[in-house]
């Protein structure tokens, strides 16, 4: 006797169609779960890096405003990594800008060799504009 | 229906794989942010409680409670505010002035170790309804602390700045204070160092000439 439409059960076709959909969504979920890691770790690569980079700048503040990249510690994994400072001079009766920036290679992007700059500024009185008139 | 099932049971395989690593993926990432979010708080603390350290007046207190740095503790007076559950009106939290020590304590096996923040309230003849003393024991994702201290050098010497694993001079704050934070997940053995330069802004740099452990 021929089984109605509700008892036939599924079809190889609809089980197939059904199976990847399923894949497509998982598949998509673990990309989202790879995405959400390498952001997380950029995050922290990040953090490393202003840890770094407040130090080199309260040593450089402390050194007489001579960078020294001897000085800093790179944080540890990070890859080609480049310390570079700069010093803006004043004009008359202003501040002085001096900016330590920390470039470096990140492991964790989804592009390849992308570089990562994380750049640290602070501002001083020169010596006219801290002296009374 | 063996090439229905066969055909599902790959597929159904394949799906538990992806899941499985995105599963374990998942759980390094909270993992790690986890080593991150201690060392973060751990830093925090430290900054407020040494940005608000101070130098007692000349006398017995002076003497008592000076700035101790060592390379595994340091304990100094500081600032604190306290919330005051019997105060009927604003202002709820009271400035007061207490002593805290980070003390980095080292079982005899090595197993428990665990960095420690203890406060006491120099309180010397009120009755507070608040504590006066107090321990905060913090997560047990530390497995070292290392504190070292900011030196000046001589004129001309290099480094400029020179750090030392001991503070030499008691009767003033330091200018700076290192730490260094190893932190390690207990289940995934992932380590990671956190290093912070703490600048105290009323703070002075030491002289190097007492310096006798001297690292560039």
């Given at each position: 006797m021929p089984r109605s439409r509700a008892e036939a059960g599924f079809v190889l076709f609809e089980v197939l169609v059904s199976t990847a959909v399923l894949s497509a969504g998982c598949l998509v979920v673990v990309a989202a779960l790879s995405t959400a890691m390498k952001a997380s770790r950029t995050l922290q690569d990040r953090y490393r890096a202003a840890l770094a980079v407040e130090d080199a700048v309260w040593t450089t503040d402390n050194s007489g405003g001579n960078f020294d990249a001897l000085q800093v510690s790179t944080p540890?994994?990070?890859?080609?990594a480049d310390w570079s400072a700069q010093q803006t001079a004043a004009p008359a009766g202003g501040l002085s800008q001096s900016s330590v920036t920390l470039r470096w290679t990140s492991?964790?992007?989804?592009?390849?060799n992308h570089q990562e700059e994380f750049t640290l500024s602070t501002y001083n009185a020169t010596n006219d504009s801290a002296s009374p008139n | 229906m063996l090439l229905a099932l066969g055909l599902s049971a790959v597929i159904l395989s394949a799906i538990y794989s992806l899941l499985f690593v995105g599963a374990r993926n998942w759980r390094r990432v909270r993992q790690r942010a986890e080593i991150f979010q201690t060392g973060r708080i751990v830093l925090e603390r430290l900054e407020s409680d040494l940005q608000n350290a101070l130098v007692l007046s000349k006398g017995q207190l002076h003497n008592q409670f000076p700035f101790k740095g060592e390379a595994s503790s340091l304990s100094f007076p500081a600032m604190m505010s306290m919330i005051d559950?019997?105060?009927?009106?604003?202002?709820?939290e009271q400035p007061v002035v207490g002593v805290v020590t980070y003390a980095w304590n080292q079982s005899a096996s090595g197993q428990a170790s665990s960095l420690e923040r203890d406060w006491t309230l120099l309180i010397p003849d009120e009755s507070p309804s608040y504590e006066t003393t107090g321990k905060d024991v913090f997560p047990p994702l530390i497995s070292s602390v290392t504190f070292s201290y900011a030196y000046r050098n001589a004129?001309?010497?290099?480094?400029?700045v020179v750090w030392s694993?001991?503070?030499?001079?008691?009767e003033r704050i330091p200018g700076a204070v290192r730490v260094s934070l190893v932190l390690t997940h207990p289940d995934s053995g992932e380590q990671v160092t956190l290093s912070k330069t703490i600048p105290i802004f009323h703070g002075l740099l030491g002289d190097a000439a007492w310096v006798a452990d001297v690292k560039p």
């Amino acid at each position: 006797m021929p089984r109605s439409r509700a008892e036939a059960g599924f079809v190889l076709f609809e089980v197939l169609v059904s199976t990847a959909v399923l894949s497509a969504g998982c598949l998509v979920v673990v990309a989202a779960l790879s995405t959400a890691m390498k952001a997380s770790r950029t995050l922290q690569d990040r953090y490393r890096a202003a840890l770094a980079v407040e130090d080199a700048v309260w040593t450089t503040d402390n050194s007489g405003g001579n960078f020294d990249a001897l000085q800093v510690s790179t944080p540890d994994g990070f890859q080609n990594a480049d310390w570079s400072a700069q010093q803006t001079a004043a004009p008359a009766g202003g501040l002085s800008q001096s900016s330590v920036t920390l470039r470096w290679t990140s492991p964790n992007s989804t592009r390849d060799n992308h570089q990562e700059e994380f750049t640290l500024s602070t501002y001083n009185a020169t010596n006219d504009s801290a002296s009374p008139n | 229906m063996l090439l229905a099932l066969g055909l599902s049971a790959v597929i159904l395989s394949a799906i538990y794989s992806l899941l499985f690593v995105g599963a374990r993926n998942w759980r390094r990432v909270r993992q790690r942010a986890e080593i991150f979010q201690t060392g973060r708080i751990v830093l925090e603390r430290l900054e407020s409680d040494l940005q608000n350290a101070l130098v007692l007046s000349k006398g017995q207190l002076h003497n008592q409670f000076p700035f101790k740095g060592e390379a595994s503790s340091l304990s100094f007076p500081a600032m604190m505010s306290m919330i005051d559950p019997q105060a009927a009106q604003a202002p709820y939290e009271q400035p007061v002035v207490g002593v805290v020590t980070y003390a980095w304590n080292q079982s005899a096996s090595g197993q428990a170790s665990s960095l420690e923040r203890d406060w006491t309230l120099l309180i010397p003849d009120e009755s507070p309804s608040y504590e006066t003393t107090g321990k905060d024991v913090f997560p047990p994702l530390i497995s070292s602390v290392t504190f070292s201290y900011a030196y000046r050098n001589a004129p001309g010497g290099y480094p400029a700045v020179v750090w030392s694993g001991q503070w030499h001079q008691p009767e003033r704050i330091p200018g700076a204070v290192r730490v260094s934070l190893v932190l390690t997940h207990p289940d995934s053995g992932e380590q990671v160092t956190l290093s912070k330069t703490i600048p105290i802004f009323h703070g002075l740099l030491g002289d190097a000439a007492w310096v006798a452990d001297v690292k560039p």
